[in-house]
T-cell receptor
Framework: NAGVTQTPKFRILKIGQSMTLQCTQDMNHNYMYWYRQDPGMGLKLIYYSVGAGITDKGEVPNGYNVSRSTTEDFPLRLELAAPSQTSVYFC???????????FGSGTRLTVV | AQKITQTQPGMFVQEKEAVTLDCTYD???????LFWYKQPSSGEMIFLIY??????QNATEGRYSLNFQKARKSANLVISASQLGDSAMYFCAMREGGKLIFGQGTELSVKP
């Protein structure tokens, strides 16, 4: 039982490049989330999804895009990477209205 | 406006003593959930305790208890008998609708 799997674990991007952060869960959770965490700060919600085909903006969506074509996968796309997107990115999932959220181990992204 | 406020950026506690970490929240929903997570220096998010808005009893999980004061919109975490391994960042979070929103965090240091 893998839980929430994020890939890659580390990545260095150049300014203006694009990339996709992958997130997969095997718990059949319908809710999935993407967060970013800047050093010494809390987690900020980027996007979330309440089911396949449904996505919605969180607190800090600018510069990111998401899609949810299956229950299992929730990729986060960065277009035209900027230094301000240097952060640790966490993916999480849960059942609807549940009190158990499972987090991935994070992706540390540096934009230079 | 901040949905979740943690006013203590850093706290110190002597080993074996109890410590209270503060959290206030803002919501107009009647149904919501409150969570506390621990994030050690390794970076993973560790679930500690959950309180539902309709729960009449304060939640407890081992050495962790949640002091829930609904009228004051506060959900403070109490850690009893602190251990050196409790040194970490602690985040309060609120589930509101489909979102899970985090506070800024409190860094707890346990002194021997």
């Amino acid at each position: 039982n893998a839980g929430v799997t994020q890939t890659p674990k580390f990545r260095i991007l150049k300014i203006g490049q694009s990339m996709t952060l992958q997130c997969t869960q095997d718990m059949n959770h319908n809710y999935m989330y993407w967060y970013r965490q800047d050093p010494g700060m809390g987690l900020k919600l980027i996007y979330y999804s309440v089911g396949a085909g449904i996505t919605d903006k969180g607190e800090v969506p600018n510069g990111y895009n998401v899609s949810r074509s299956t229950t299992e996968d929730f990729p986060l796309r960065l277009e035209l990477a900027a230094p301000s997107q240097t952060s640790v990115y966490f993916c999480a999932s849960s059942y609807a209205g549940g009190n158990g959220y499972t987090f991935g181990s994070g992706t540390r992204l540096t934009v230079v | 406006a901040q949905k979740i406020t943690q006013t203590q950026p850093g706290m110190f506690v002597q080993e074996k003593e109890a410590v209270t970490l503060d959290c206030t929240y803002d919501t107009s929903d009647q149904s919501y959930g409150l969570f506390w997570y621990k994030q050690p220096s390794s970076g993973e998010m560790i679930f500690l305790i959950y309180q539902g808005s309709y729960d009449e009893q304060n939640a407890t999980e081992g050495r962790y208890s949640l002091n829930f004061q609904k009228a004051r919109k506060s959900a403070n975490l109490v850690i009893s008998a602190s251990q050196l391994g409790d040194s970490a960042m602690y985040f309060c979070a609120m589930r509101e609708g489909g979102k899970l929103i985090f506070g800024q965090g409190t860094e707890l240091s346990v002194k021997p």
